[in-house]
């Protein structure tokens, strides 16, 4: 099945108020399967937002707590999936993506490996030790959180293991978001993938976030652009087109890591 029918849901995150955050997310994935979408995809840390003074008191281990209500969401709904939360994990928290599935709950999990300390994520948060690429109907799917997109190494790692789409969640702010259509640009051309980006909106403490969710083709074409309001938007896109663009002008062939 490679063509997918993606809803981007470009939430206002209430900082520090999940219940209030889920009663979102319930509606959005409602509307998102009621459009026929495979996959949803959802800001970064879309259930307590940057409030993360209070991160253990929020997060919740994969298998329990609000991960089991979304994996249950999934399920319900019929749909996929996608954006980060607060994961519970020993004695650490983290900045957690999961693969929620309709068919097998939680399949994966993508922990974030660059942190912020922009936003303080390291004072409070443990960072991700590994890559997640997934298998889904549409093809080998890859995922990043916000600041990962501001180094290429991991993209390219994606890419070279033959990830079709690259997933990120994100909460990116104002004064930067000309960086964020840069990159994400730029991560789309250079490895020939889809990008799929989500943005929060409004507002936490002195930080501004203007949405500007965008997904990108394997040429760096714009396929879809939000603005700056909370909406959710649905496009169809076929993943046969990366092969066809990688076939075509075969630049991950021509690489020479041997010599760098």
Not at 75 to 100: D, P, T, W
């Amino acid at each position: 099945m490679p063509e997918v029918t993606i809803s981007i849901a470009q939430m206002n995150v209430k900082d520090g108020d999940p219940r209030k955050n889920w009663a979102t997310v319930q509606e959005l994935v409602a509307e998102a399967a009621r459009r026929g979408s495979d996959l949803i995809v959802l800001p970064e840390l879309w259930d307590n937002g940057y409030m993360l003074d209070r991160a253990k008191d929020f997060a919740s281990a994969l298998a329990g707590g609000l991960f089991a209500q979304v994996a249950a969401l999934a399920r319900s709904q019929k749909i996929h999936i996608l954006g980060s939360m607060l994961e519970k994990r020993g004695i650490g928290v983290y900045n957690c993506c999961a693969v929620f599935t309709p068919g097998s709950g939680v399949t994966g999990a993508y922990r974030k490996i660059h942190l912020f300390d922009g936003m303080q994520e390291s004072q409070y948060i443990s960072p991700g030790e590994a890559p997640l690429t997934s298998d889904f109907p549409w093809g080998p799917t890859s995922i990043a959180i916000c600041y990962d997109l501001r180094f290429p190494e991991l993209m390219r790692r994606y890419a070279v293991d033959g990830s079709r789409m690259l997933v990120i969640p994100a909460q990116w702010p104002a004064p930067r978001i000309n960086h964020w259509r840069t990159l994400l640009q730029a991560r789309a051309i250079e490895n020939q993938m889809f990008v799929v980006a989500c943005n929060r909106v409004g507002e936490y403490g002195n930080n501004m976030f203007p949405g500007q969710s965008m997904i990108i083709d394997p040429l760096g074409n714009t396929v879809l652009e939000l603005g700056d309001t909370e909406t959710m938007a649905t496009v169809k896109i076929n993943t046969d087109r990366v092969a066809e663009v990688r076939a075509s002008f075969p630049v991950l062939q021509d690489r020479r890591p041997s010599s760098y």
